[in-house]
């Protein structure tokens, strides 16, 4: 059975925010409840401002069972606006004309563009341990 975690990253803060495990179910209503734009906006009024920007606002779910996650993070303005989602999960890479390898726990590849209809399906794949859809989508 597979326990999930979650941290929520607002621009002005140095550090994520690490919360607890939440029920699968409340993990669409979470992404809803993140304040995308008031966050982006921030992001806004902090560079004309020439205020340090720690993050783009993101929301990062991770199964702890096998280390896969996905991180949503959204840019540009209120009115124009995109989603980045990053699909992270362990990796054996090889080197040395495939003669050595070794395991990269964080292996990140990311999507620009994307909706929020893409980001709940990423949420969605995650929660249902949809690897196959996370890898052909955001691999």
């Known amino acids: 059975m597979s326990s999930f975690r979650y941290s929520i990253c607002k621009p002005c803060e140095p550090e994520a925010v690490e919360l607890t495990i939440m029920e699968r179910k ?14 982006l906006n921030e992001v806004n009024v902090a560079e004309t401002k020439g205020d ?45 004309f495939g003669l050595f390898q070794k395991l990269n726990e964080k292996y990140f590849t990311g999507r620009t563009n994307q909706t929020k ?16 859809l996370l890898r052909t989508k955001w691999g």
């Open 26 to 39: 409340d993990y669409f209503y979470i992404f809803n409840e993140v304040p995308w734009l008031k966050l």
């Open 117 to 132: 209809y893409d980001a709940l399906l990423a949420i969605k794949a995650l929660l249902d341990n949809n690897l196959e």
């Open 52 to 96: 340090k920007i720690y993050f783009s606002p993101s929301l990062e779910i991770e199964n702890t069972y096998n280390k896969h996650g996905v991180s949503i993070s959204i840019v540009g303005d209120v009115e124009d606006y995109e989603f980045y989602i990053f699909y992270k999960r362990p990796k054996i890479k090889k080197y040395f």
